[in-house]
């Protein structure tokens, strides 16, 4: 039986995606041929930009090898351009005679990059920034030229300017508006981009229009002149202002074309046989550019070419999560807002955080978020289903984690989440799509998740949520790898073990070094994988590595805890939760000083100043003459204790001044994570020692030592390591199981997950049954808390960093 032919003109993301749901709705229905200009195919073109700047390879981004083609029966012409439809005859031909006739149409032809009308755009050295030719090109440039210029303060701009900065060229971008990615950022939000980008060695000339394109007498781009006479030089140009539907073919056949291929709800054209979809389109009037609308168009015309006729393309809101130079960015809505509208804004210039959420009538609108879009999913959810938000109003900004209790590890996140929610942005694919797949497909994977849905097959940023889904559908079954088993971060493929041992075994003691030895794929890496490395190489060389101050979280980097409402809280030490009338007076006296709204009792026996502003925060430590307590920061925090026997009629020991010791003795200590500790006087365990990282209760003939506790979202009770007899065995005893997790856990792992991942046997056999390797780790941490002093008098005293609490105007 003769199948019904469906020919398809371009071999893009959103033509493959209508074969695709066409092939899971009738597989055997068409005999299907494709024609593609470009010699590859279909991949994925968002990942471009890594590919510039070297992060991935061709091969990574693609999306569909030859090989699916074959597998799916389907004819595939690469490297074939079609020039002419034969509309009566039904019949399409390529530049080099082939023919192919057909029943269907479906043209998915794309856009083309728009080029500047200037004198001199065609000299050799300019370029467009739109497919591998393109790419191929810029990296052949990058090896043999300085100078580069970016026409376009666009995405396409940013991503292909960072992408020769990467590649070693001096970059500039030249953009005709007042601030970069004005259809995505707000002024505010844009300003940040720029002062971030401009910090890692890209310059900007906004607001200049470019008049034209200069020869350097040999018939290649010298420099560039803007139309107020101004020049600057020039070995490559790459023109990104922009794209418009490539639909000449379509015209030329004479299909109906308004700015596009126009089609109906169907993405049927004005020929009933001829379908559209994608960039080349034009639906009712607007034409898209984004990943996900241009999927949505693909399932509506797979529906109609399979003959099931219920399909329509209604648009819906849509959003934009970027990554500019491991910078995370996310609009959605109206992000502007108007006079009729307000906004919650959260802004931390020197933090790198800047927040805006636009309600209307009580609804949220718009959102657009610098430096922390971990919500924005969240955020965007709730602009398009448009409930009321004025109960959550005051809590909007904490995200959803600030709405109550999110569950461990975000498992019961995922269980709240809709079927319509979108999990992958880049790939349009739902959290429905994702529990179907695994049910029906019977999958246990993250990659057969990838290969079903494509779900986290792009930028990788949804992978958490993804074995998430994966973890809440089969539970155990879920073959997830261990964090000891993957990669860092997407800049590398190497583990954190093997990051630790290489630094280790070969004496490096920079970020520069680390990368360099590696083969790190970016350049300066990236928030994920900056502070793991800054953390191995100041506790494996202390003294020698230098704390690279950028590679910290923001509370770090300012030794103090930022707020919702980007104020501080401040929590001075008090040893063991022992304090005086002299130290209170001195916290009553800067509360009233710097007008302090809240002073609080914490969980950890200490005092919490609530909303301090940024810049007070060196004279409220200078007037409270008290050590940091590091409630910021991964490192030692607190040692509650119990009265003891010195108050206590219960008491067997005295727990206040066991408690006081070891905070003295490991103050200064950072870790891979918060690392807290409990001294109780007796059985009765009052100072809670049995969820802590190290807690030490206190029995008649001495002392009980327990490890790997934990109080926080899933509590974990501590396991007994030993018990000995005096204070001098608790301090080398505790130092030393310190030691050993500072030298062995990975970033971010807390002690629980630590003893999980090594087991009791082995951290008893070095720290208690071998009393040399004991005494050599607690030797060990003695040498590298040498170095540490308290970051507050530091700062009090000698100024440093003092440029972090200085306002910055944007």
């Known amino acids: 039986m003769n199948k019904p032919k469906l020919v398809m003109v371009g071999n893009g993301m959103a033509g493959v995606r209508t074969l695709e749901e066409l092939l899971k709705l009738m597989p055997d229905f068409y005999d299907i041929t494709v024609f593609g200009a470009e010699p590859h195919p279909n991949y994925n073109r968002i990942l471009l930009s890594p590919v510039l700047s070297g992060e991935q390879t061709l091969k990574e981004i693609m999306l569909n090898e030859v090989e699916w083609y074959a597998e799916n029966g389907i004819t595939l012409h690469m490297g074939k351009e079609i020039t002419e439809i034969d509309r009566i005859k039904r019949v399409v031909r390529a530049a080099d005679g082939t023919e192919a006739p057909y029943d269907r149409l479906l043209l998915a032809t794309g856009s083309n990059p728009f080029i500047l009308p200037v004198p001199g755009k065609d000299l050799d050295g300019v370029v467009t920034f739109r497919d591998i030719r393109d790419v191929n090109l810029m990296i052949e440039a990058s090896q043999k030229y300085k100078k580069a210029v970016v026409i376009g303060g666009g995405l396409l701009g940013l991503e292909a300017a960072n992408g020769l900065m990467a590649r070693g060229m001096d970059v500039s971008v030249v953009h005709l508006g007042e601030w970069l990615l004005e259809r995505q950022l707000d002024r505010t939000a844009a300003k940040l981009l720029q002062q971030s980008l401009e910090d890692r060695g890209i310059a900007f000339h906004l607001q200049k229009q470019t008049a034209a394109l200069l020869d350097n007498g040999s018939g290649r781009v010298g420099g560039l002149r803007f139309a107020d006479g101004?020049?600057?030089?020039?070995?490559?140009?790459?023109?990104?202002?922009?794209?418009?539907?490539?639909?000449?073919?379509?015209?030329?056949?004479?299909?109906?074309?308004?700015?596009?291929?126009?089609?109906?709800?169907?993405?049927?054209?004005?020929?009933?046989?001829?379908?559209?979809?994608?960039?080349?389109?034009?639906?009712?009037?607007?034409?898209?550019?984004?990943?996900?609308?241009?999927?949505?168009?693909?399932k509506v015309a797979a529906n109609h070419l399979a003959h099931y006729g219920i399909g329509r393309y209604v648009p819906a809101a849509t959003s934009t999560k970027l990554k500019v130079t491991g910078i995370d960015l996310f609009s959605a809505g109206d992000f502007m807002g108007s006079d009729n509208t307000e906004a919650i804004t959260l802004s931390d210039p020197m933090g790198g955080i800047y927040k805006k959420l636009v309600i209307k009538d009580n609804k949220l609108v718009g959102a657009c978020l610098y430096g922390d879009t971990a919500d924005g999913a969240w955020y965007f959810r709730l602009i398009r289903e448009g409930k009321s938000v004025a109960e959550m109003r005051d809590v909007l900004m904490l995200g959803e984690g600030g709405q109550g209790d999110v569950g461990h590890s975000g498992q019961s996140k995922v269980v709240g989440m809709p079927d319509d929610a979108e999990v992958c942005g880049c790939n349009g694919v739902c959290k429905g799509t994702i529990?179907?797949?695994?049910?029906?497909?019977?999958?246990?994977?993250?990659?057969?998740?990838?290969?079903?849905?494509?779900?986290?097959?792009?930028?990788?940023?949804?992978?958490?949520?993804?074995?998430?889904?994966?973890?809440?559908?089969?539970?155990?079954?879920?073959d997830v790898k261990p964090k000891s088993e993957k990669p860092v971060c997407g800049c590398t493929d190497h583990n954190h073990g093997a990051v630790r041992k290489v630094i280790r075994e070969q004496h490096l003691t920079s970020l520069r070094q680390v990368m360099d030895f590696l083969e790190w794929r970016t350049p300066d890496g990236c928030a994920t994988c900056r502070p793991a490395l800054n953390y191995y190489l100041i506790s494996t060389w202390p003294g020698e590595a230098k704390d690279d101050p950028q590679s910290r979280f923001i509370n770090e980097r300012v030794h103090a805890n930022i707020q919702k409402d980007g104020t501080y809280s401040v929590i001075p030490r008090m040893w063991g939760g022992v304090t005086n009338a002299a130290e209170l007076r001195r916290i009553a006296d800067v509360a009233d000083k710097y007008a302090i709204p809240m002073v609080k009792v914490t969980g950890g026996q200490r005092i919490d100043l609530l909303g301090v502003k940024k810049e007070d925060l060196p004279k409220v430590w200078a007037d409270l003459d008290m050590p940091s307590g590091h409630a910021y920061g991964k490192s030692l925090r607190t040692v509650k204790t119990c009265v003891g026997s010195e108050f206590c009629r219960f008491g067997t020991q005295d727990s206040t001044q066991m408690g006081i010791d070891l905070e003295k003795d490991l103050t200064g200590m950072w870790s891979p994570a918060k690392v807290k500790l409990a001294v109780s006087g007796c059985p009765r365990n009052c100072a809670e020692s049995g969820i802590k990282d190290v807690g030490i209760i206190g029995v008649d003939s001495g002392w009980e030592l327990y490890i790997g506790g934990n109080g926080g979202i899933k509590t974990e009770v501590a396991e007994f390591l030993a018990k000995v007899k005096t204070r001098e065995e608790v301090l080398e005893l505790t130092g030393a199981f310190l030691q050993l997790y500072r030298e062995e856990a990975f970033y971010l792992e807390r002690t629980v997950h630590y003893l999980h991942r090594v087991g009791l046997d082995f951290i008893k056999a070095q720290v208690v049954d071998n009393l040399e390797n004991r005494k050599a780790l607690y030797e060990r941490l003695r040498f590298a808390l040498s170095f540490e002093k308290d970051p507050w008098t530091e700062r009090v005293k000698e100024g440093v960093a003092r440029h972090e609490f200085e306002p910055l105007t944007v």
């Open 435 to 478: 529990v179907k797949a695994i049910q029906e497909k019977g999958l246990f994977t993250v990659d057969e998740i990838k290969k079903h849905t494509k779900a986290a097959s792009s930028c990788g940023s949804c992978t958490g949520l993804v074995e998430q889904i994966l973890i809440n559908c089969v539970g155990g079954a879920a």
């Open 230 to 298: 101004e020049e600057i030089p020039a070995d490559l140009v790459v023109m990104a202002v922009g794209i418009r539907p490539n639909y000449e073919l379509a015209e030329k056949s004479g299909l109906y074309c308004n700015r596009g291929v126009v089609v109906n709800d169907t993405m049927q054209t004005y020929d009933p046989r001829v379908y559209a979809v994608g960039e080349c389109v034009s639906h009712r009037g607007v034409a898209y550019g984004l990943v996900a609308p241009l999927f949505d168009m693909a």
